[in-house]
């Protein structure tokens, strides 16, 4: 999980939020679990319980100073963005925020799913299906595509910052952690950061970052999830480098046992060096692999033909499956 630091430039944050600053003590208010949720290297994310309303929230208190640098503009950055994200339901909500003299914390929707890295773990691999997949990329990519509507990249699309509203059985995509987010316009973030396996080729030669940066970690992402294994990691960085500019991926049968051939299509269109020819949200949400589960139009006419107007609309929105086995 190593990660390449960088030093961003604050134009592309957002400075304004809405959301009230509380200043009284979360635990007034909250019940706070000891034991830890998660926890990054500027952070620590705890569950607790509001004690007005008993429901659970994810509490992630955020050091304002790191390494002797005021870091609040980040935060508030952070808070812009989930706002702006405050209606999509593929990204965490933010429910109330507080600040200490040294700490801001933000009250967050509690995931009980916890990271979607679980699902990758290699003696879970076998039990999540390529149709499970398919139903949770669509969330992440619905979600990210929203990001992308409203001109901010993620940055750093992960296992651990895709987490689940349950696990068992998986239950809904909620996309978390914007530290790292950025906001697209004048500004050009030319900055090596993120996680290294995640990192895509652009990033590395420090070219502009655009939205497709974000689209090339879903990708990454996608491969795990099919394959149990990380597509570029090497046994250091350096060599995960080499393998990231070099496109240097396994797509061999034996890797791909049991995955369908348009599901390593879908890879293969997101997994492309150049940013401009690699694909966007909106390709991959139009993508056949994403829709396998959908009636196909010819049977979609014969239902047209046998069923009633509202048949055919409750197919169109996956409910009913036309049953052929094409
Ligand atoms: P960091 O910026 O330090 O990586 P994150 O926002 O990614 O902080 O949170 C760290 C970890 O805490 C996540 O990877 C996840 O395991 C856990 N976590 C974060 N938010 C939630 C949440 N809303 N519900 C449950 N777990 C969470
Ligand atoms: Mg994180």
């Given at each position: 999980r190593s990660k390449v630091e960088g030093n961003y430039?604050?134009?592309?944050?957002?400075?304004?939020?809405?959301t009230p600053i509380k200043t009284e003590k979360l635990h007034h208010l909250y019940l706070v679990?000891?034991?830890?949720l998660g926890r990054g290297r500027f952070a620590v994310v705890r569950r607790c319980t509001e004690?007005?309303?008993?429901r659970e929230f994810a509490a992630k208190f955020l050091k304002k100073r790191r390494r002797g640098k005021d870091c609040r503009a980040e935060i508030i950055h952070e808070i812009a963005v989930l706002e702006m994200a405050?209606?999509?339901?593929h990204i965490v909500d933010l429910h109330e925020v507080y600040e200490t003299s040294n700490e801001m914390i933000l009250v967050l929707e509690y995931a009980?799913?916890?990271?979607?890295?679980?699902?990758?773990a290699p003696d879970k691999n076998?039990?999540?299906s390529e149709r499970q997949i398919i139903r949770l990329l669509r969330q992440i990519i619905e979600g990210v595509k929203f990001l992308h509507e409203n001109h901010?990249?993620?940055?750093?699309?992960?296992l651990q910052n895709i987490l689940l509203s349950?696990?068992?059985?998986p239950g809904d995509i909620k996309i978390v952690d914007f530290g790292m987010s950025r906001k697209l316009g004048n500004c050009e973030i030319r900055e090596i950061m993120g996680t290294t396996e995640y990192l895509a080729p652009e990033v590395l030669n420090y070219e502009p970052i655009t939205t497709s940066t974000d689209i090339w970690s879903i990708g990454v992402i996608c491969y795990m999830l099919l394959?149990?294994?990380?597509?570029?990691?090497?046994?250091d960085n350096q060599e995960t480098y080499l393998n990231i500019s070099q496109l240097n991926v396994d797509y061999s049968e034996e890797t791909f046992a049991s995955v369908s051939q348009d599901a390593v299509d879908f890879i293969k269109s997101i997994l492309v060096k150049n940013p401009q020819d690699r694909a966007t949200a909106e390709d991959c949400l139009a993508h056949p692999w994403l829709h396998q589960d959908e009636p196909h139009l010819s049977c979609l006419q014969s239902l047209y033909n046998t069923h009633s107007e509202e048949n055919v609309n409750r197919s169109n929105n996956f409910k009913l499956k036309c049953g052929c086995n094409k």
């Open positions: 430039p604050v134009d592309c944050l957002y400075t304004t939020i809405h679990d000891t034991g830890l004690k007005a309303t008993g405050k209606s999509h339901p009980a799913g916890g990271e979607m890295f679980s699902l990758c076998d039990n999540i901010v990249v993620h940055l750093d699309l992960k349950s696990l068992e059985p394959t149990g294994e990380s597509p570029f990691a090497g046994i």
